[in-house]
T-cell receptor, first 115, second 112 residues
């Protein structure tokens, strides 16, 4: 099982360039998430999607857009990259048991540097 | 303002001894708590969780304790092994909500 797959693994951008980070899961999960990890800050939620066709803002949505293309795929777009968006980006997915969220499954991350 | 705090950025423990990682939260609405483990260049993986109706949950060498009145939880690893060296994230959520709030993490080093 692949679980959660993120592409690319590494990317270097110049300020002002645009980029889409891809994420796909094969676990038939309804919920998908995008996080960024910065030193001393833990994982901060950028956007999430509770089901196909819905998206909601997390803690740090500014400068990002997302698309829930179908149940499997959830992409994150930087329209005009800024150095402050240099980070490691993680995609995650989770299912539900009734009203309870199951623990999230994470991809291995995309390391993004913006010069 | 961080809703989930892990005040120790790092911890060093001798192999075979107990590792205790601490976590505090501020939002009394949280009712489900999780610990994730992360190795370098990999994504976090789920380790153990606890519901607010319990005060202890055990899974092999890992035990999580919850003190609701103090808004404090801890992860005990006994005995600690070198393979436990990783960053541990505490996380909290309110059941039926989709957001999970993560702490900043504690880097555990288990010395052989």
């Amino acid at each position: 099982n692949a679980g959660v797959t993120q592409t690319p693994k590494f990317q270097v951008l110049k300020t002002g360039q645009s980029m889409t980070l891809q994420c796909a899961q094969d676990m038939n999960h309804n919920s998908m998430y995008w996080y960024r990890q910065d030193p001393g800050m833990g994982l901060r939620l950028i956007y999430y999607s509770a089901s196909e066709g819905t998206t909601d803002k997390g803690e740090v949505p500014n400068g990002y857009n997302v698309s829930r293309l179908n149940k499997r795929e959830f992409s994150l777009r930087l329209e005009s990259a800024a150095p402050s968006q240099t980070s490691v980006y993680f995609c995650a997915s989770s299912g539900r048991e009734g009203r309870y969220n199951q623990p999230q499954h994470f991809g291995d991350g995309t390391r993004l540097s913006i010069l | 303002d961080q809703q989930v705090k892990q005040n120790s950025p790092s911890l060093s423990v001798q192999e075979g001894r107990i590792s205790i990682l601490n976590c505090d939260y501020t939002n009394s609405m949280f009712d489900y708590f999780l610990w994730y483990k992360k190795y370098p260049a990999e994504g976090p993986t789920f380790l153990i969780s606890i519901s607010s109706i319990k005060d202890k949950n055990e899974d092999g060498r890992f035990t999580v304790f919850l003190n609701k009145s103090a808004k404090h939880l801890s992860l005990h690893i006994v005995p600690s092994q070198p393979g436990d060296s990783a960053v541990y994230f505490c996380a909290a959520e309110k059941t039926s909500y989709d957001k999970v709030i993560f702490g900043p993490g504690t880097s555990l080093s288990v010395i052989p």
